[in-house]
């Protein structure tokens, strides 16, 4: 497997977040070398998009890895769609599995519990079945969970500029390490500590302000650039 750095892929900062030209883009005919909207020749010579590719092959859950506010809920939505695969997200399932939210587990319990559930969410999660799952920002940070998510599925780090995560985070008070303090101070910190975890998944796509649609295209085309290796 391919550190993130190998992979490195820049989404575009396009405003258009439309994902509806997918399905009459790949039955478009493949023309030699010209590549259309990432189009492929599939083994047949037809034109192929990378999703189906990455369809083909996936074996494993796709995991969404990076700090708050990175976009890993929205995109990894939009990853499951397109790739017409159940989506997770983490924090969702702790916190139905404990009746109560992420910040009442971090007021009530403390951290140290709810990275506890997050661990047994993980693993549980990890039973093979092709998903897409959005992880909380600290659940890669774990040397065990990390271990376990790159054995057992495609990770991939969602890289964002701190600016970008303190304006996305800004706009709900639900995340309990950005209710003290300065957020943008707290995730700067976050950032540094953490981005040498982060950098062990497999694939990263940097993100910027720009179109979700975009990030998604990003991950697929490196998705099947992922599969094609392995
Ligand atoms: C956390 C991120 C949050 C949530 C919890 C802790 C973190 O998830 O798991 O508040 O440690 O970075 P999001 O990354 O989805 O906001």
Redesign the pocket.
């Known amino acids: 497997m391919r550190a993130a750095g190998q992979e490195d892929q820049r989404s575009g900062n396009n405003d258009n977040e439309d994902d509806e030209n997918d399905d009459c883009a790949r039955h478009r005919p493949f023309q030699g070398e010209q590549r259309n909207g990432g189009l492929l020749p599939d083994h047949r010579g037809r034109c192929i998009a990378p999703m189906e590719k990455v369809r083909e092959r996936l074996d494993r859950p796709i995991v969404l890895v990076?700090?708050?506010?990175?976009g890993?809920?929205t995109v990894g939505k939009r990853l499951a769609a397109r790739l017409d695969l159940p989506f997770v997200?983490?924090?969702t399932e702790?916190e139905s599995a404990a009746g109560l939210t992420?910040?009442e587990i971090?007021e009530q319990y403390g951290?140290a519990d709810?990275r506890d559930g997050?661990r047994r969410v993980v693993a549980r999660l990890m039973n093979g079945e092709c998903k897409v799952i959005?992880?909380?920002?600290?659940?890669f940070?774990d040397p065990r969970t990390r271990e376990l998510l790159n054995n057992q599925a495609i990770t991939i780090w969602l890289d964002a500029p701190v600016d970008v995560l303190v304006e996305r985070?800004a706009r709900r008070d639900?995340?309990?390490?950005?209710r003290h303090g300065d957020p943008k101070e707290t995730l700067k910190q976050?950032a540094e500590q953490?981005r040498p975890a982060y950098a062990e998944a497999h694939i990263r796509i940097v993100t910027g302000n720009g179109a979700h649609g975009n990030v998604v295209d990003a991950i697929l085309e490196q998705l099947e650039k992922h599969l094609s290796l392995d």
């Open positions: 990076g700090l708050m506010g990175a890993k809920s997200d983490t924090d702790i992420a910040a971090f951290e709810f997050e959005a992880t909380g920002g600290g659940a940070i985070t639900t995340r309990p390490l950005l976050l953490r």
